[in-house]
């Protein structure tokens, strides 16, 4: 019998654990500002001989990372952790489940795969404690629950997985500068992003840059500010039902934060290059005109991977800046944020599986990897003095704060709408479609999937 794609991998990575199991990068007691009581009472778990075998979607440096973390759990209980990461995750993963060869521990990059392995039958769902101890521990803690909660083979539904490492898209960046220089304030509330964006025009200035150009995926941009501002105008159970269709995409309440965006994107005074230029300005080229003398824009809202598309030697911080997307105050729906997060959940059952899960949800393990880079934690418990960046800890304090938080909802839909009629809907939206045609459309493309 052939060997399955993760086998192999699992086999290159045997070496390097035998190598990072007997380095730790933080000697555990000696810097205060990490959780090591966890890690002491890691101690207490005796897993000696025993393999645990993840499987996700980190290579590289993530990888690595990721790693350096799993050591303590190794040194901790006796376990051996042999991590495989690919880029085929999403493809692979379902090929292990289904011919039983999946690894005890599985890292979905979004929860839409899992709840498919789910209903058939493919993950373990986990302990009543586990689900409470994360309401209890997490940010907006019934928020992750809920986000990994799907139905069984036999349609009832259940907890599995707990979120490690988190995403943020609810952002808006700008250049500290020039906010100095014409003398405004961060807004707190949408009124008063509004009222900024209406100050700028009216002072001679041009407030936002907006690209929705992305090649074959132009348009993405757009879904992500509907879907913030849906969140912001209409409860979390709204969204909810809308990313299932349940609540239909031309519903007045969904139609309202399409127009929310056209209030942004479809005013010639208050984008860079005009109404006209947004679904061509490519995402990646959109925020530089921020960083011109004189600015060609003040704000830019987008998530947190954009200053790797900044001009080279920007400083964060600095040179730019950022603040959540804000709430409105008069509608009393808290402080939702919109991301993304992975998300571990058994594949294969075992002693060793379940306590890496409560290693996992532990405050140390987030820790050791928001030490590093690239990690955002909504741990509460987790120290937010261990962030190796301001920028970081800025970030999760956002995700501290949230009252709500969301997955990307294009990213949970159907592929030809999330990834197709939503996309193309919102570039003729700012093109000059009317938003309840727009939104019309692409519930007919709903239709037609039924």
Known sequence: MKKSLLSAAVALTLSVNAVHAADLLFKPGEDSRFSWGAYEALKSVDLSGETISVFG??????????????????????????????????????????????????????????????????????????????????????????????????GAKEFYGVFYRADLKSLVWYSPDNFEDAGYDVPETMEDLKALTEEIVADGGTPWCIGLGSGAATGWPATDWVEDLLLRTQPASVYDKWVTN?????????????????????????????????????????????????????????????????????????????????????KDL????????????????????????????????????????????????????????????????????ATTFRFDGSDLMPGKIGAGSFWTGMVDYTGGKDAKEVAHDIQKTWDALK
């Open 246 to 330: 349940e609540i239909k995409f031309d519903d007045p309440r969904v139609v309202g934060a399409i127009e929310e965006f056209g209030w942004f994107a479809r005013n010639d005074a208050f984008v860079d290059g005009g109404a006209g230029a947004v679904a061509s300005t490519d995402f990646r080229d959109s925020p530089k005109g921020m960083f011109q003398s004189p600015p060609k824009c003040y704000l830019h809202r987008q998530a947190s991977f954009i200053p790797a598309f900044f001009p080279e030697g920007t400083k964060l911080g600095l040179d730019a800046d950022f603040f959540y997307f804000p709430a409105y105050a008069s």
């Open 334 to 401: 808290g402080n939702p944020v919109l991301g993304a997060g992975t998300l571990m959940s058994i594949t294969n059952d075992s002693k060793g599986a379940r306590a890496f899960i409560d290693f996992i949800r532990s405050p140390i393990s987030h820790e050791l990897w928001m030490a590093q880079t690239g990690f955002i934690s909504a741990h509460l418990k987790a120290n937010p003095e261990v962030y190796s960046s301001e920028a970081a800890k800025k970030q999760g304090e956002i995700i501290r704060y």
């Open 57 to 154: 979607p980190w290579t590289g440096d993530e990888k690595n990372n990721f790693e350096r973390v799993t050591a303590y759990f190794e040194k901790a209980t006796g376990a051996k952790v042999k991590y495989a990461g690919s880029d085929s995750f999403e493809q692979q993963v379902v090929i292990d489940t289904q011919a039983g060869s999946a690894p005890n521990i599985s890292v979905f990059p979004q929860p839409g795969l899992a709840a498919d392995l789910a209903a058939k039958g493919f993950l373990t769902p986990l302990s009543d404690t586990v689900k409470n101890d994360v309401v209890k521990d997490y940010a907006a803690g019934q928020s992750w629950v809920d986000l990994a909660t799907f139905k069984d083979k036999k």
